[in-house]
């Protein structure tokens, strides 16, 4: 039972802040560690809940994805699902304890990457069009990817800022395709992940139907949320005690 509290309140929280300002991974891959699922099946399976948000979002956005830059669609979403294999198996390919060291540092990066969010986008906003050729672009698309595939904290961020900086201008577009490369992404790890039986579907299960309800609740809510700052600054500090606790643990 408790087992269960715990998983519906961090799956809840996790899918309000993925809704409103992102970092739920913060919440969702701690408490399965913290229950006593090991740390790769507790990122393949945080990976499985994350994917149905998503989704939704991929679809949200739908009407504004369109190529910029030197590379068409079809290329990126060839690359980005080739990076996500080679990330899947890497995961696969780590012994345990190999993982549970590299653990802290892919939260650190996660926080870092998500604190640093706003000025990324800022920077993105006021930049032109970039001038990086096909095969430049494609290999930091294959790059995020893999990092994707590995471990799913921060990756919105970093598809964000590899966007634009192979050409991509419209923000709007920007958001859709991360969110469509997000959900590909998910869905080649997961199912590389559950092939190889990593997945704690009973927990997966409570998880996946907390965030979805928490993300319904946080979308309902959001636009109402004045002070996305300090928000901002809380999911930062839980990002760092939770890559403190990994680094003492």
């Keep these: 039972m408790t087992a269960t509290l715990v998983l519906v309140v961090a799956g809840v929280l996790a899918g309000m802040l993925n809704a409103v300002a992102g970092g739920g991974t913060f919440l969702s891959f701690p408490a399965l560690v913290w229950l006593g699922v090991p740390p790769i099946m507790a990122n393949a399976t945080a990976t499985l809940t994350a994917m149905p948000g998503y989704m939704g979002s991929a679809w949200a956005y739908r009407g ?10 079809r290329p990126i979403v060839a690359i980005a699902a080739a990076g996500g294999l080679v990330g899947a198996g890497l995961l696969l390919v780590t012994p345990g304890d190999a993982f549970v060291g590299i653990v802290p540092w892919l939260l650190l990066a996660a926080t870092v990457l998500f604190a640093a969010g706003p000025r990324l986008l800022e920077a993105i906003r006021h930049r032109g069009s970039g001038d990086m050729g096909p095969v430049p672009s494609g290999l930091a698309i294959f790059l995020v990817s893999v990092y994707g595939g590995y471990f799913n904290g921060g990756l919105g961020i970093m598809l964000l800022a590899v966007l634009g900086l192979i050409g991509f201008t419209n923000l709007h577009g920007m958001n859709g395709l991360k969110n469509a490369l997000s959900a590909l992404l998910s869905v080649v790890s997961v199912a590389t992940y559950a092939a190889a039986g990593l997945i704690a579907w009973n927990s997966a299960l409570v998880l ?8 319904v609740v946080g979308a309902r809510y959001a636009r109402r949320i004045r002070r996305t700052d300090l928000l901002r600054a809380g999911i930062v500090a839980v990002g760092i005690t939770m890559t403190i606790i990994f680094f003492v643990a």
Excluded at 65 to 70: D, F, H, K, L, P
Excluded at 208 to 215: D, I, K, M
Aim: net charge negative; hydrophobic share 45%.
């Design 64 to 73: 504004d994805v369109s190529a910029e830059g030197t590379l068409r669609l």
């Design 208 to 215: 996946a139907v907390a965030t979805t309800v928490g993300g």
